[in-house]
T-cell receptor, first 109, second 115 residues
Framework: SQTIHQWPATLVQPVGSPLSLECTVE??????LYWYRQAAGRGLQLLFY??????ISSEVPQNLSASRPQDRQFILSSKKLLLSDSGFYLC????????FGPGTRLTVL | AQKVTQAQTEISVVEKEDVTLDCVYE???????LFWYKQPPSGELVFLIR??????QNEISGRYSWNFQKSTSSFNFTITASQVVDSAVYFC????????????FGKGTRLHILP
């Protein structure tokens, strides 16, 4: 069966610090991968998606970037965090439907 | 472009009442999937149902039922005899069947079931 892992589960970072969130998928190959952000009390915003290694599509301009160095690994990064980057970050993979990871709750102070 | 509208931002009902969550979608594609997800306070997204655009048959799963009507572009979700554990944010979502499999989410409806 397929599983999706995200870490860390929670993170508190100061403004201006770098960020690296990792997502890995097991039990499938060549999945479409996605990063979503959910600001407090709001809906899900698609940030990036990837249909293959090294292929990244950005949905909204922002302070974040994504990379896919391996087939089942998807990384969300920032060089300098902003207060507005706080939120709940969800990674997902898709095969007809999307399966979501447990999420990372990021607080930028 | 695709769009999903959940007009109800927040709903409160007393336990054991029935409640319907509305979802209206927009797409020009004829082949698409519709979804409902539940997000409990813990934050993870729990898949509830997927319905493809060629299947308008309503579905019932225990206390949950879904009413898909292409004529009105709606995919409503009803919880019968609600329970406190049903309290969560519920998202309706849409994806068209192409290479990207991007899912477009509604903004969610926060459901409070009061004891």
């Amino acid at each position: 069966s397929q599983t999706i892992h995200q870490w860390p589960a929670t993170l508190v970072q100061p403004v201006g610090s770098p960020l690296s969130l990792e997502c890995t998928v097991e039990g499938t190959s060549n999945p479409n991968l996605y990063w979503y952000r959910q600001a407090a009390g709001r809906g899900l915003q698609l940030l990036f998606y990837s249909v293959g290694i090294g292929q990244i599509s950005s949905e909204v301009p922002q302070n974040l970037s994504a990379s896919r160095p391996q087939d089942r690994q998807f990384i969300l990064s920032s060089k300098k965090l902003l207060l507005s980057d706080s939120g709940f970050y969800l990674c997902a993979w898709a095969y007809n439907e999307q399966f979501f990871g447990p999420g990372t709750r990021l607080t930028v102070l | 472009a695709q769009k999903v509208t959940q007009a109800q931002t927040e709903i409160s009902v007393v336990e054991k009442e029935d409640v319907t969550l509305d979802c209206v979608y927009e797409t020009r594609d004829t082949t698409y999937y519709l979804f409902w997800y539940k997000q409990p306070p813990s934050g993870e997204l729990v898949f509830l149902i997927r319905r493809n655009s060629f299947d308008e048959q309503n579905e019932i799963s225990g206390r949950y039922s879904w009413n898909f009507q292409k004529s009105t572009s709606s995919f409503n979700f009803t919880i019968t005899a609600s329970q406190v554990v049903d309290s969560a944010v519920y998202f309706c979502a849409l994806t068209v069947m192409n290479r990207d499999d991007k899912i477009i989410f509604g903004k969610g409806t926060r459901l409070h079931i009061l004891p």
